[in-house]
């Protein structure tokens, strides 16, 4: 009797907690990260009477929360995915936006062209000339206005790349909590709260960065970063830190706790995006945008000088824009050299950043070796004056380098930020050829003059004027301005040089003939030059004369356009990968409530059985007395 | 398969999104009609809309070139059809003066009436275009080329350059004739050489009609340098022929070139031939002279001489020879200003064939910008109402799957 009461309450216990627990998975089917429980319950050790061995009932030995170690894993490691590229697509989409709404680059380089091709018609009309110039300003404000909302956009990023690292330490030292709380309590029940907690610390950690965990024996996770460092070992957490760059200080970078960078190792996850986004993306973009504003520059300003303005002087500047920036590592010797870079060649120029390191005397050039950032190596000629050239660049050293120093040369990031007109009277805007040539009024031969235009507008003499004599069987002498003479010999077809302009000649001069070169002051009405400042939109000047200034946006817009594309389909391949992830994990960890409702029915009645046990034992026990009573 | 409530809640939700934002995204190219909004919604269509744009914009460019250069052309080929009008009035006025017997008062209303034909030439030379610029200029910014000096005579300020405007991808043509060329370079005589009578004459020769009538012995002739030959008189109208050294002048045969002229004879020698009227003196002679560039005479003093030689008011030799070969100077420039009149008239006819082919471009152009930048209104519509059915049945779906629970059968 009495072991059919104790059965009866033993199942009534166990219905109880199993109630409790089905209450419990019910309360929290919709809480983030709870694993589904259930009740582990086993037959109460049987006592044996001698003859028969009679069960004891039940006892409950633990509530088990339904966990896979493998499919958590798995969707830690696909959130990683998830949320980078959630955040590259967040940041593409904003960069792609950008672009689409600060102003349409190709609209207003075709309007500042064909400003020219207006002042070439009417080359005298000042509104003409005052249109252009305008259009020249507003061209360099849109790229101003893009170059800025890049750099703000970059400004931003290293802001997250900040806060993602504080956040990312905060939830280490978390884990590290719940680590060593886990630790005192797993010699009791398993603390399935505080396993659950732990595990969505660390599934918000995966989604802020790349990184591994492992269980270890103690109960404890240690997590470590895609880079391989530690970030949470047993009850301790290490905190990473950010700081500057070593070349540029207003770049964040990432160190691990013992202060090595590990900006490049790191990788997936919100802080993995923003990196790869930065040097990518980001920066990529700004070179790209910076080396067309100083394809456009050069090659404006290279023509104006071809030409002569509406006073006749050899034509300014139309834009200027920054010169290289040269960022010394601080990691550099104090007192070591100044190093100062420049465009020599517009064609060469890339949109690479560089690294210029001086390796000592014997190696490299002169000591100095220049890599790009990506690492690879690029060759340096040495000048004659002492300078240093590659990639279309120069640079210049003054002061003495030591070994190991470095020296990070952005050529084209600022460019687009410093482009501005620099012209301020539409006068200036030089439509006219330089220069004129005719054929002296007394030659006897048949000689024609083509065409004289400008191939060195730096040259000093060129605007000397100059006349070409020819003598007896094609030879010629001709004397500049400044008395300078050059002589030379004439073939049909081949322009006679000198001073920087070139002169092609129809017919065959006779001996006794000569040509004049000279400033076309009396054509300023002329608008060839102009016409040429035109042709500029379709005149190749980046990679090797291949890339017009409209090409070269052309290519940026691709560019934009086929990381904002591949950001938003990763997207989707990555959100896909963590839902099945999860999906999985869910099906093994989830509360599904008709399976709820089911236990909840089952224990019900279980309840309700060992009550209606201990009532029969009780009916039993009542009938018994009743018996001894009536028989007594 | 065990399921996941919230999980399945979950999904249901993120499907539905997701066909919200694709739902939102066409209805977004359908109402701005743009495939492309953003780079990013298809790369390399966005790096040909720019590529196309550009072509578009040099296109528009070279339309308004073309129709400033058609502009500016044709109002050079009417004030040149004003020019030509004007030169043949002069014309008509000259031969009028020629071969009648003028009284003094004629002659000086002739040169009054030519003085201001004279002005009104200058003032034609000088026209501007809509810009203000003027048409005979050359390239300089002058804008009075011709300017008149207190004696009547004009000198030039303008230079030799043409402009040119750009029409098309390498394609430029002139815009301009410089005024050196039109009025004031013009080849002396009938273009080849000039035969003239000086007015130290004393019989009544006068030089009529001279042409070269054997190309090939002119060139032979000045070969060794311009011909500047004399025909000399004799009595009984006997000439000879002699070069600017005085040697003679031989025929092709090698014989020195004589004979007797008589009224209304030509004269021929080194392929040339000048006919003349009159009795010539014993002494006088006619001078031979080739064009040789700095013998021209500008159209202005061809009328000048031609005011001169009237306001000396007297019908003569002198006068008609002078009358003759200004005649001629007259034509010569007749001859510039129509070679210029089919010059213009070529290039307007090469801007509106380039214009019409460059209508045809941009239509061309802007189709395949059409193409690649506006959505297709008929694809996106349907797509429209497909993922917005689509949605619909999520929605219909959702809202039968979670009224499906066991709790609610439990309900007592």
């Given amino acids: ?632 | 398969m065990r399921i996941s409530t919230s999980w399945t809640y979950q999904q249901s939700l993120n499907t539905m999104l997701s066909q919200e934002a694709e739902l939102s995204n066409t209805q977004n190219q359908v109402s701005t009609g743009n495939a492309i909004n953003v780079a990013s919604d298809n790369p390399t269509g966005a790096s040909q809309i720019v590529g196309l744009s550009h072509i578009l914009a040099e296109n528009t460019e070279y339309t308004n070139n073309m129709g400033s250069a058609n502009t500016r052309l044709s109002t050079e080929t009417s004030t040149l059809t004003s020019v030509s009008n004007l030169l043949d009035s002069v014309n008509d006025l000259a031969l009028g003066s020629i071969n009648g017997s003028m009284s003094s008062t004629d002659m000086s209303n002739m040169a009054t009436q030519l003085t201001q034909m004279r002005n009104q030439l200058v003032q034609l030379a000088n026209t501007s275009d809509a810009n203000g610029m003027a048409l005979f200029a050359g390239t300089s910014t002058t804008t009075t080329p011709f300017v008149q000096n207190a004696s009547g005579s004009v000198s030039y300020a303008g230079n030799n350059q043409q402009a040119y405007t750009t029409i098309g991808e390498g394609l430029q043509v002139a815009n301009t004739d410089s005024g050196s060329s039109v009025f004031m370079n013009i080849p002396a005589g009938n273009g080849s050489f000039v035969a003239s009578a000086p007015a130290s004459n004393t019989g009544t020769l006068v030089v009529g009609t001279n042409s070269v009538t054997d190309t090939n012995a002119w060139s032979a002739a000045n070969a060794a340098g311009p011909v500047n030959d004399t025909i000399t008189f004799g009595a009984g109208g006997t000439y000879a022929v002699t070069d600017s050294a005085g040697n003679p002048v031989d025929d092709a045969s090698g014989n020195p070139i004589t004979g007797t002229y008589q009224d209304g004879d030509s004269i021929s020698f080194n392929g040339v031939s000048v006919t003349m009227s009159g009795t010539p003196a014993a002494g006088d002679t006619v001078n031979v002279q080739a064009d040789t560039g700095s013998n021209n005479q500008d159209v202005f003093t061809t009328l000048n001489n031609m005011i001169t030689a009237l306001q000396s008011g007297s019908s003569s030799t002198a006068f008609d020879n002078t009358m003759n070969r200004q005649l001629e100077a007259l034509n010569q420039a007749m001859g510039s200003v129509n070679n210029t009149q089919v010059a213009v008239g070529s290039r307007i006819d090469t801007v509106q064939a380039q214009q019409s082919s460059d209508a045809d471009l941009s239509l061309t152009y802007k189709s395949a910008l059409s193409d690649v930048q506006n959505v297709d209104m008929a694809t996106a519509i349907s797509n429209l109402s497909l993922q917005s059915t689509a949605l619909q049945a999520s929605q219909q779906v959702f809202a039968k799957v979670q009224g499906l629970t066991l709790f609610s059968y439990l309900q007592s």
């Fill in chain 1, 1 to 632: 009797m009495s072991s059919m009461l104790s059965i009866g309450i033993s199942g009534i216990n166990a219905a109880q907690v199993a109630l409790a627990t089905v209450s419990n998975n019910i309360a929290n089917a919709s809480t983030a990260g709870y694993s589904d429980e259930s009740v582990n319950q086993v037959q109460a050790l049987t006592q044996s009477n001698g003859q028969l061995t009679i069960g004891n009932g039940v006892n409950v030995v633990g509530v088990q929360r339904a966990y896979s170690q493998y499919l958590t894993s798995a969707v830690w490691s696909t959130n990683s995915g998830m949320q980078g590229a959630t955040t590259m697509n967040g940041l593409t989409s904003t960069l792609n936006s950008l672009l689409s709404n600060s102003g349409n680059l190709q609209t207003s380089l075709d309007s500042f062209y064909s400003g020219f091709s207006t002042v070439a018609s009417s080359p005298s009309s000042s509104s003409n000339r005052e249109a252009a110039l305008g259009a020249a300003s507003s061209l360099a404000s849109v790229y101003n206005t893009l170059g800025q909302q890049l750099t703000q956009q970059s400004t931003a990023v290293n802001g997250q790349i900040g806060d993602t690292v504080t956040s990312i330490n905060s939830l280490a030292s978390q884990i590290a909590t719940l680590n060593g709380q886990i630790g005192e309590n797993s010699s009791s029940n398993a603390p399935n709260s505080l396993l659950d907690e732990r595990d969505s610390l660390v599934q918000q950690l995966s989604g802020l960065t790349g990184m591994s965990a492992v269980s270890e024996s103690n109960g404890s996770i240690s997590v470590y970063t895609s880079s391989g460092q530690a970030l949470v070992s047993g009850a301790q957490s290490y905190a990473l830190s950010t700081g500057g760059n070593q070349y540029d200080p207003t770049s964040t970078d990432v160190f691990d706790s013992a202060g090595n960078d590990i900006t490049s190792q790191l990788t997936g996850g919100t802080l993995g995006a923003l990196i790869s986004y930065r040097s990518s993306v980001l920066q990529p973009a700004q070179n790209q945008l910076g080396q067309s504003a100083i394809a456009l520059a050069s090659s404006v300003n290279g023509q104006q000088a071809q030409g002569l303005d509406l006073n006749g002087k050899q034509g300014q500047p139309i834009f200027s824009v920054g010169s290289p920036a040269v960022l010394p590592s601080s990691n550099n010797s104090t007192g070591g050299a100044t190093v100062t870079a420049s465009i020599s060649n517009v064609s060469q120029l890339t949109t690479s950043n560089y690294i210029l390191s001086y390796t000592g005397t014997g190696t490299g050039t002169n000591g100095w070796s220049l890599s790009t950032t990506g690492g690879q190596s690029v060759s340096l000629t040495a000048n004659p004056d002492g300078s240093l050239s590659g990639d279309g660049l120069t640079f210049a050293v003054s002061g003495t380098a030591q070994k190991g120093d470095s020296y990070e040369i952005e050529p084209t990031s600022n460019a687009a930020t410093s482009l501005s007109v620099s012209m301020t009277n539409p006068d200036g805007i030089a439509a006219a050829a330089a220069l004129t040539a005719t054929a002296a009024s007394g030659n006897t031969g048949t000689g024609v003059v083509g065409s004289v235009g400008v191939t060195d507008a730096t040259n000093a003499n060129l605007l000397s004027g100059a006349s070409v004599k020819f003598g007896a069987a094609g030879a010629y002498t001709i004397t500049d301005g400044n008395g300078n003479t050059t002589t030379g010999t004439y073939t049909a077809g081949q322009p006679i040089t000198a001073d920087g302009w070139s002169l092609t000649l129809t017919g065959t001069p006779a001996s006794g003939d000569s040509f004049n070169v000279a400033v076309n002051t009396n054509g300023l009405n002329d608008g060839s030059n102009a016409t040429s400042l035109a042709g500029l939109a379709d005149v190749g000047v980046l990679d090797g004369g291949k890339t017009t200034v409209v090409d070269s946006y052309a290519n940026l817009t691709t560019q934009i356009g086929t990381a904002g594309s591949q950001a938003a389909s990763d997207l989707t391949t990555q959100t896909n990968l963590y839902n099945q992830a999860e999906g999985a994990q869910q099906s093994v960890s989830g509360v599904n409530l008709n399976q709820e409702a089911a236990n909840l029915v089952q224990y019900q009645q279980a309840y309700q059985a060992s009550a209606q046990v201990i009532s029969t034992a009780q009916q039993l026990f009542t009938s018994l007395i009743t018996a001894i009573q009536d028989g007594s």
